[in-house]
């Protein structure tokens, strides 16, 4: 069967493929943007999810220590973590964090307010992550 018409030949003009390639030059710097974001916030997820590990370690460590001294201390985390046994000595465990542990009287005598600060740096300014519980501290003779 023969085709019997007029038989045009339609293509793209040059407005639209000039208004196409408008819409990929702003739309493809956004997307860009976008991932960059997701891939900030990915980071800054990490670091906040291993400052807070971090934080609850030290908040164990100091309750199973069951003294506890009003005043403040610091480190940082080369040793290894309580009750990890190696022979081998380990590098720092978690680079850049830092702790500080502020055990706090309260207005009830036997019970202290133990604080916990983590902080790493983040650009430049430190990040920090505080938790704080309260432990009985028992009787001293």
Known sequence: MQYCGTHSEHGFTLLEVLLAVAILAIALPVL???RNFDLELQSRSME???ATLLAQEKLLETELSGSFP???SAGDFQSPAP????????ANR????RWKRSIMPTPLELIREVRIQISWPRGAQDDTVEVSTYVFAGLTF
């Open 32 to 34: 860009l943007g976008l």
């Open 94 to 97: 978690a680079p850049g964090y």
């Open 83 to 90: 009750g990890v046994q190696t022979t081998v000595m380990e």
């Open 70 to 72: 009003i005043g403040e």
């Open 48 to 50: 906040l999810t291993t």
